[in-house]
DNA sequence: GTCTATATATTGATAGAC
DNA sequence: GTCTATCAATATATAGAC
């Protein structure tokens, strides 16, 4: 059995890092390797990505890069944790006193910025995704359920009160989540699609501009 | 710098494999790797995936599976070639001659069903893209370009004549593209939220309604 | 065609000098 | 804290017996 997860090598007892205050010196150097290895694991995922290559875009040695983050994963397990309360922060942002329309507009707006502008933590959550989530499995069944079961009750409700039209709120919210995502996890094949006289920043307009006259009216026009 | 695409060991060039025709038993033991290889590299990706893994999956060990495919990539290459064209055909099939609404409705149920009976290809194709398509972006520019460039003048062509309400075609079929892998693609998460007592098979169904519900009509409700 | 044994490179992690 | 050197495990691929 191979298992990918498993720490290598020889006994290896995560080194106990004293509890002192850290340094400003040491909040650099981990900031420049969390960095580094942001675009390393979001790229290739986390066996695919390696220490050395983490280590080269940090600009230092791997074992100098080894003595802050004493195993792989510790540094993988970082940067999850660091994401996922910016990843859901727009989702809590919607307002269940506010409008109903509006309050999607701007959840969807908010969602496709962050597409925008964190496109490595959107493909470091896609890949995790891919793989099973094995690591945040717990995370999804436990607070993100939580979440999404409080939103869309929200949700449900603007529908009962006639205020949006009646659909089920879970696809909603995945329906949001994927047409957002989509801009920074397959920007590849986007810009490749547009092709280069298309694909500067202005897809990311032309995206809020659809997607907003998608989730409002649909594509079937209106008789009279 | 580490290439991971590089073949390595001694100099390895490509066993030459004798073009006579593929006896019967060869082709089953071929399709018994690719269908094990498929497990591995959509759950893995590329470098994540093993060969040791694969043949393991196929029953198989390891100096037999690199009888037949005697590079990892060979495998890859043809799982990539092979799914490609299952890929695409939904939107080829969209015919300019249809009517639009049933067009659109159609290849959204057709490209969701696809998630359901070909998720791991579906995983596969994003594990591509996530890492930049490295290995088909030549694909992507060619051979896909054309076939959206063709596919946008159909709808945009329906939205002149008034079928259809005005919309980017090209982000339209990312939208289409977008929430009906995103069943495939992020099951994980979708199963984790929907909880276990909604994770039957039915999700595909509430999917379809809502993704039809979402593309006709959008989420305003109509005055009146 | 299939297997055991093995060559060679890469990788995660450690040892120990400075 | 940082570096060079190196270990042990893993991984791709090959050699050669049967």
């Given at each position: 059995m191979l298992e990918?997860?498993r720490p290598?090598?020889?006994?290896?007892?995560?080194r106990?890092?004293?509890a002192r205050p850290i340094?400003?010196?040491?909040?650099?150097?981990?900031?420049?390797i969390?960095e580094?290895?942001?675009?390393?694991?979001?790229l290739?995922?986390?066996?695919?990505a390696?220490?050395?290559?983490?280590a080269e875009a940090?600009g230092m040695?791997?074992?100098?890069l080894?003595?802050?983050?004493p195993?792989?994963?510790?540094?993988h397990k970082?940067?999850?944790?660091?994401?996922l309360?910016?990843?859901?922060?727009?989702?809590?942002h919607m307002?269940?006193?506010?409008?109903p329309?509006?309050e999607?507009r701007?959840?969807?707006r908010?969602?496709l910025?962050m597409?925008?502008?964190?496109p490595?933590?959107?493909?470091l959550?896609?890949?995790?995704?891919?793989?099973?989530?094995p690591?945040i499995?717990d995370m999804?069944?436990?607070?993100?359920?939580?979440?999404v079961?409080e939103?869309a009750k929200v949700?449900?409700?603007?529908?009962?009160?006639?205020k949006?039209?009646r659909?089920?709120?879970y696809?909603?919210?995945?329906?949001i989540?994927?047409?957002?995502q989509?801009?920074?996890?397959?920007?590849v094949?986007?810009r490749?699609?547009?092709?280069?006289d298309r694909s500067?920043e202005?897809?990311?307009e032309?995206a809020?501009c659809?997607l907003?006259?998608l989730?409002?009216?649909?594509?079937?026009?209106?008789?009279?």
């Amino acid at each position: 059995m191979l298992e990918s997860d498993r720490p290598k090598g020889r006994g290896t007892e995560a080194r106990q890092r004293k509890a002192r205050p850290i340094t400003r010196i040491q909040r650099e150097k981990q900031d420049l390797i969390l960095e580094a290895a942001l675009d390393v694991f979001s790229l290739h995922g986390f066996r695919g990505a390696t220490i050395d290559q983490i280590a080269e875009a940090a600009g230092m040695s791997k074992p100098n890069l080894l003595y802050y983050f004493p195993r792989k994963e510790d540094i993988h397990k970082r940067l999850m944790a660091g994401m996922l309360d910016i990843w859901l922060a727009p989702l809590r942002h919607m307002d269940s006193d506010g409008d109903p329309i509006p309050e999607i507009r701007s959840y969807i707006r908010r969602k496709l910025k962050m597409s925008r502008d964190f496109p490595r933590q959107s493909r470091l959550f896609a890949n995790e995704m891919l793989q099973g989530a094995p690591r945040i499995i717990d995370m999804l069944e436990g607070e993100l359920k939580t979440l999404v079961d409080e939103k869309a009750k929200v949700i449900g409700g603007w529908m009962d009160e006639g205020k949006l039209n009646r659909a089920d709120p879970y696809h909603l919210i995945f329906a949001i989540w994927a047409t957002t995502q989509h801009y920074a996890d397959f920007d590849v094949q986007v810009r490749a699609v547009l092709g280069n006289d298309r694909s500067g920043e202005g897809r990311f307009e032309d995206a809020a501009c659809f997607l907003e006259q998608l989730f409002m009216h649909g594509l079937k026009p209106q008789r009279g």
